[in-house]
Nanobody, 117 residues
Framework: QVQLVESGGGLVQAGGSLRLSCAAS?????????MGWYRQAPGKQRELVAE???????NYADSVKGRFTISRDYAKNTVYLQMSNLRAEDTAVYYC??????????WGQGTQVTVSS
């Protein structure tokens, strides 16, 4: 069983920055593992924010391109989401996702990000 623990959320002013962290209980250093950040606002569907593949390729939602950066630290089994120029519409619960070969998927408990306008 894979455990994922997110941290780093909080309340920030529009235009501010936050860095989210997701610590995994297992190694994320695998060509078969995709790590991702998703978010869900109240009453809305969960959406992909950013992901990074085992080959190091990244994918971002159009709404965050140029503002958010996903990265990983294999030594710490941790994936990060650096968020800059935050907007009110970024307010959501952010979830870390671990996906192994598209058949083993695990989620963190979520961390709240609130951006005041």
């Amino acid at each position: 069983q894979v455990q994922l623990v997110e941290s780093g959320g909080g309340l920030v002013q529009a235009g501010g920055s936050l860095r989210l962290s997701c610590a995994a209980s297992v190694s994320i250093f695998s060509i078969n593992v995709i790590m991702g950040w998703y978010r869900q606002a109240p009453g809305k569907q969960r959406e992909l924010v950013a992901e990074i593949t085992g080959r190091g390729r990244t994918n971002y939602a159009d709404s965050v391109k140029g503002r958010f950066t996903i990265s990983r630290d294999y030594a710490k089994n941790t994936v990060y989401l650096q968020m800059s120029n935050l907007r009110a519409e970024d307010t959501a619960v952010y979830y870390c996702n671990y996906n192994y070969q598209s058949w083993h998927e695990y989620w963190g408990q979520g961390t709240q990000v609130t951006v005041s306008s």
